[in-house]
């Protein structure tokens, strides 16, 4: 594949994960995790390891000690996915600190809690992130946008007395590589 048609960053789910009620479960074994990174390694693009609960983070840090994902690592903190992590700061916070020195991570909640922890990861240092993936609502029963959501990120970001980056700066915070 041309380095120009591949994807900058993309997602690997670091581990498996009873989704909600029923028999809804994601499986990501640590063997399908190893291949997944060394191949996402092998195309040069940016893993984005999405981790759902405290035993997901521990396996990525594996990961990097074992040298499959480039540094600087860059961690997704997803909260509040039945039944990973519930939506909790402290929690937010433990996660935070198992991280290796150096990565970047951003973090996120889905539904309502969505737009009042972007401010969370920015006052614990990291990055956020929004979008209808995540939810619907820009406030209770007013449906959104990901332009909506985005723009109210942006407001809260500024408001606590950070900035937003440019897809430039973004890149190279992330030390994305130069595509041919």
């Known amino acids: 594949m041309s380095r120009s048609l591949r994807p900058e960053i993309c997602t690997i789910d670091c581990g498996s ?4 009620e029923g028999s809804q ?16 390694r092998e195309l040069g693009v940016k893993p984005e390891m999405e981790i759902f609960d ?4 521990w396996f990525a840090n594996i990961m990097v000690e074992e040298g499959l ?10 909260m509040g ?3 990973g992590a519930p939506v909790n700061v402290g929690l937010l916070q433990a996660m935070v600190h198992m991280l290796p020195q150096g990565a970047q991570w951003t973090s996120f909640a889905i539904g309502r809690d969505q737009l009042p922890w972007v401010a969370q990861s920015v ?3 990291g990055h956020v992130r929004v979008g209808l993936e995540d939810n619907l609502y ?5 449906k959104a946008t990901n332009a909506q959501l985005t723009e109210r990120a942006i407001q809260i970001v500024n408001d606590l007395g950070s900035s937003v980056a440019n897809p430039d700066e973004a890149r190279e915070i992330l030390q994305l590589e130069k595509k041919a």
């Open 17 to 20: 994960l009873n989704f909600g």
């Open 25 to 40: 479960l994601y499986v990501s074994t640590p063997d399908m995790l190893r291949e997944g990174a060394a191949r996402i």
């Open 54 to 57: 405290t035993g997901n983070l």
């Open 69 to 78: 994902i480039a540094p600087p690592p860059l961690y997704q903190l997803c």
């Open 81 to 83: 996915i039945p039944y």
């Open 123 to 125: 006052l614990l240092g």
């Open 138 to 142: 820009l406030s209770k029963g007013v």
